[in-house]
DNA sequence: ATACAGAGTTGTAATCATTACAACACTATT
DNA sequence: AATAGTGTTGTAATGATTACAACTCTGTAT
């Protein structure tokens, strides 16, 4: 189901977008890092391969991609962006101690009530904070 | 079912918040504007009845209120944090073109799923983006 | 009354992610 | 070689939020 590192080439592809040597490293790190990283996070590992980068250019790279639909953007908080290459829908859970966001299904459409019926949905977020269950047994053994 | 002021104010004196005017201020205004406002809106609108009210004691006053569990802090992008008085489970629309944020029931219980029972939730969050029937309509018109 | 302590407020300066912008590089076409 | 178009880079600006130190207010002990 995910798709590959070539799918998303020929998504690129597809949709007119230059396949610069930088937004195919940016794709691909995306792709490999399921994480959820940052723009820093993205910014500081590809610089070790391209030393000229700029976190201009990781931005940039970032706007188009979630334009075009390829990658979704995450607000959870922390007014610190964070990037999903999976675009399907599923909900996210951030760790208020370690940090770590989760992924968990979620079948959103389920619950979008009758008042909304009027209303145009272009993008559905469901996020819950917490403790991990790495976190919850740290902290038992501290006590 | 909505907390009048005087409840809200009772639940301070109980959490042992002092009841300072401007905590008042804040809280009646956010009982009184249910339209999740913003810090900026707060403050320009508290301005006018205390002139010389400070942004910080804006900021304070809500990161207090939002710690005592008496506001909800809502952070559905933007990078500009709105304020919510209502801190039942309820789901939020924002009108990608208004800027509107509508409320509506989300039974967000029914939908944790199995893989997060041994995590703690602290927190749930459910959003969508998108046109609100009347800036739907509006377009319309134009075409 | 005076002094003192604690809580709350205020204004200013710092922080930090994001955006704006202009110069530069790269590639293809004439 | 000149030009145009696209993408990249570095620096400066923006803007919400936070840090911090000075000030005010109120109640209490001396
Ligand atoms: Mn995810
Ligand atoms: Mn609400
Ligand atoms: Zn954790
Ligand atoms: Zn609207």
């Known amino acids: 189901m995910d798709p590959t590192f070539e799918d998303l080439r020929q998504e690129l592809k597809t949709k007119n977008i230059g396949l610069s040597h930088q937004r195919l490293k940016v794709l691909e790190y995306l792709a490999q890092n399921r994480c959820h990283?940052?723009?820093?996070?993205?910014?500081?590992?590809?610089?070790?391969?391209?030393?000229?980068?700029?976190?201009?250019?990781?931005?940039?790279t970032l706007r188009?991609?979630?334009?075009?639909?390829?990658?979704?953007?995450?607000?959870?908080?922390?007014?610190?962006?964070?990037?999903?290459?999976?675009?399907?829908?599923?909900?996210?859970?951030?760790?208020?101690?370690?940090?770590t966001i989760f992924d968990f299904p979620v079948d959103i459409d389920s619950l979008i009530p009758e008042e909304l019926s009027n209303f145009k949905i272009n993008d559905k977020n469901v996020y819950f904070k917490g403790l991990c269950p790495g976190c919850l047994s740290n902290k038992k053994e501290i006590n």
């Open 37 to 60: 990283p940052t723009v820093d996070q993205i910014y500081t590992e590809l610089q070790k391969d391209i030393p000229t980068l700029s976190k201009t250019t990781v931005y940039n």
């Open 64 to 99: 188009i991609l979630a334009e075009a639909g390829l990658v979704k953007v995450i607000s959870i908080e922390d007014k610190e962006c964070r990037f999903d290459i999976d675009t399907e829908d599923h909900g996210h859970f951030k760790c208020e101690s370690c940090g």
